[in-house]
């Protein structure tokens, strides 16, 4: 069974651009949820998908924005792009809520904002 | 004061010896407890789940849960060069968000 495929591993973009960043999770998983990692801060939730409807969101800002397919795959958006949005953008893709079920996660997307 | 606190580490131990790692908490309304693995350039996986006081094994690996102190730890016996990553804690809140501790770098000497 494939694993969560997140596509672009690597992405440089510059301030004021936006940005998508793809993820497929597991076949037959229909939680998708998203994180940021920085060395800072470590790992912060953003946000949750549940059959295409957003379940839970975290503290970071309206330019960070999601949404799901009906075939369960998700696009995270960051617009407006800021220097302290590089990080390490992790999706995890469950069979169902993500608090309830054991997390897979996928490799990541590097993200430099120049 | 950070909701999860977690050692940055980095922890270096000799190959066989047992690791212990601990994160504490201050909200006391968390309820589930984990423990996640990530090697370099990948993302976590997860080890260990559970959400009651006391401890909950499974081979090599033991999470300890201690809510009245507020106070977690993961235990690693005969520890392996390959162990040596990255492991965060994690816990669940009230509103169902995942929080992560920054996670403590382990390195295991051969």
């Known amino acids: 069974k494939a694993g969560v495929t997140q596509t672009p591993r690597y992405l440089i973009k510059t301030r004021g651009q936006q940005v998508t960043l793809s993820c497929s999770p597991i076949?037959?998983?229909?939680?998708v949820s998203w994180y940021q990692q920085t060395p800072g801060q470590g790992l912060q939730f953003l946000f949750e998908?549940?059959?295409?409807?957003?379940?839970n969101k975290g503290n970071f800002p309206g330019r960070f924005s999601g949404r799901q397919f009906s075939n369960s795959r998700s696009e995270m958006n960051v617009s407006t792009l800021e220097l302290g949005d590089s990080a390490l953008y992790l999706c995890?893709?469950?069979?169902?809520?993500?608090?309830?079920?054991?997390?897979?996660f996928g490799s990541g997307t590097q993200l430099s904002v120049l | 004061q950070k909701e999860v606190e977690q050692d940055p580490g980095p922890l270096s131990v000799p190959e066989g010896a047992i690791v212990s790692l601990n994160c504490t908490y201050s909200?006391?309304?968390?309820?589930?407890f984990m423990w996640y693995r990530q090697y370099s350039r990948k993302g976590p996986e997860l080890l260990m789940y559970t959400y009651s006081s006391g401890n909950k094994e499974d081979g090599r690996f033991t999470a300890q849960v201690d809510k009245s102190s507020k106070y977690i730890s993961l235990f690693i016996r005969d520890s392996q060069p390959s162990d040596s990553a990255t492991y965060l804690c994690a816990m669940t809140d009230r509103d169902d968000k995942i929080i992560f501790g920054k996670g403590t770098r382990l390195h295991i000497l051969p």
């Open positions: 998908y549940f059959s295409e409807t957003q379940r």
């Open positions: 909200n006391s309304a968390f309820q589930y």
């Open positions: 995890a893709s469950s069979l169902g809520h993500a608090t309830n079920e054991k997390l897979f």
């Open positions: 076949s037959g998983h229909r939680s």
